[in-house]
Nanobody, 124 residues
Framework: QVQLVESGGGLVETGGSLRLSCAAS????????MGWFRQAPGKEREFVAS????????YLADSVKGRFTISRDNDKNTLYLQMNSLKSEDSAVYYC?????????????????WGQGTQVTVSS
């Protein structure tokens, strides 16, 4: 299995930027399609972005397209989420997840491994 640890969250003003990182350890990182999800208080955990196992395909939720970028460095076993033009509605706990699929996946059920999450707060 794979262990995931997120970092990079914090407090930022509206319009600002943050880059989240997710360090993976355990089994070979390139076996896994990776994803980012987020959960705001009182809401369901929702899909944000996914990148395929080798990194050739990405998919982002409509709500973040044009503002967020997902990437991975397979040499460093690290997943990233670059978040620009942040809005108050982006405030949530952000989770990194790993799927045994080789293709991008957008549903929670497709991901077997999860990190503990990192808080992102966007102040208006």
């Amino acid at each position: 299995q794979v262990q995931l640890v997120e970092s990079g969250g914090g407090l930022v003003e509206t319009g600002g930027s943050l880059r989240l990182s997710c360090a993976a350890s355990g089994r070979t990182f390139t076996r896994y399609t990776m994803g980012w999800f987020r959960q705001a208080p009182g809401k369901e955990r929702e899909f944000v972005a996914s990148i395929s196992a080798i990194g050739g395909s990405e998919y982002l939720a409509d709500s973040v397209k044009g503002r967020f970028t997902i990437s991975r460095d397979n040499d460093k076993n690290t997943l990233y989420l670059q978040m620009n033009s942040l809005k108050s509605e982006d405030s949530a706990v952000y989770y990194c997840a790993a799927s045994n699929s080789v293709a991008v996946r957008t549903t929670k059920a497709a991901y077997a491994y999860w990190g503990q999450g990192t808080q992102v707060t966007v102040s208006s």
